[in-house]
């Protein structure tokens, strides 16, 4: 079994910045991509930023791309998110994906994903 465990999360204003964190615990073998989601309210959860295990290729939502950057520490076992630039459209809750196949080139979907982490509340006021 997966833990995903997130931290980072809270409040800041626009166009500040925040790091989200993500330990991953158990059998991290069967990990081959991680990624980043989030869900605003009424809205349906998206992808925003996935990683290959192991690699460098990452993958961005177009509405975070130049403002967000995905990267892991093997060493540590833990995921993190650097958002910059930091929009009221950001806000929602984040959640940690781990997926158990490579993500290749495109942004993971919901459905694909094997482990989800309880989530960290992002707020960006204006």
């Known amino acids: 079994q997966v833990r995903l465990v997130e931290s980072g999360g809270g409040s800041v204003q626009a166009g500040g910045s925040m790091r989200l964190s993500c330990a991953a615990s158990g059998y991290r073998d069967s990990i081959y991509c991680m990624a980043w989601f989030r869900q605003a309210p009424g809205k349906e959860r998206e992808g925003v930023a996935s990683?290959?295990?192991?690699?460098?290729?990452?993958v961005y939502a177009d509405s975070v791309k130049g403002r967000f950057t995905v990267s892991q520490d093997n060493a540590k076992n833990t995921l993190y998110l650097q958002m910059n630039s930091l929009k009221p459209e950001d806000t929602g809750m984040y959640y940690c994906?781990?997926?158990?196949?490579?993500?290749?080139?495109?942004?993971?979907?919901?459905?694909?994903?094997?482990?989800w982490g309880q989530g960290t509340q992002v707020t960006v006021s204006s």
């Open positions: 990683i290959n295990i192991g690699g460098d290729s990452t």
């Open positions: 994906a781990a997926h158990w196949r490579s993500c290749g080139w495109r942004l993971p979907f919901s459905y694909d994903i094997d482990n």
